[in-house]
């Protein structure tokens, strides 16, 4: 059982910045891949970000060049800095754990950039 604790969202103004971290209960460098998600209302939960234990990411293109995930083996954290934001980024932000057989899911962190 993995337990992934967010943190760090709020309220942002548009064109300004936000870092986002997640907390795992257990090593990150055993797990295949961590991403975050974000769900805005009535929209599907979508990926953000990617990041493998190999080092490999993947974006969304939407976020492209404005988000970088990252990690810290040593504290066992996954984080999302966010720059340049838009009013389209407000969402719900959910920090996932991937292993070879199930995902785990965070409690989510709201995200509301202000125009």
């Known amino acids: 059982q993995v337990q992934l604790v967010e943190s760090g969202g709020g309220l942002v103004q548009a064109g300004g910045s936000l870092r986002l971290s997640c907390a795992a209960s257990v090593s990150i460098a055993s797990l295949n891949r961590m991403s975050w998600y974000r769900q805005a209302p009535g929209k599907q939960r979508e990926l953000v970000a990617a990041l493998t234990s190999a080092g490999t990411t993947n974006y969304a293109d939407s976020v492209k060049g404005r988000f970088t995930i990252s990690r810290d083996n040593a504290k066992n954290t996954v984080s999302l800095q966010m720059n340049s934001v838009k009013p389209e980024d407000t969402a719900v932000y959910y920090c996932?754990?991937?292993?070879?057989?199930?995902?785990?899911w965070g409690q989510g962190t709201q995200v509301t950039v202000s125009s």
């Open positions: 996932a754990a991937h292993t070879a057989w199930t995902t785990y």
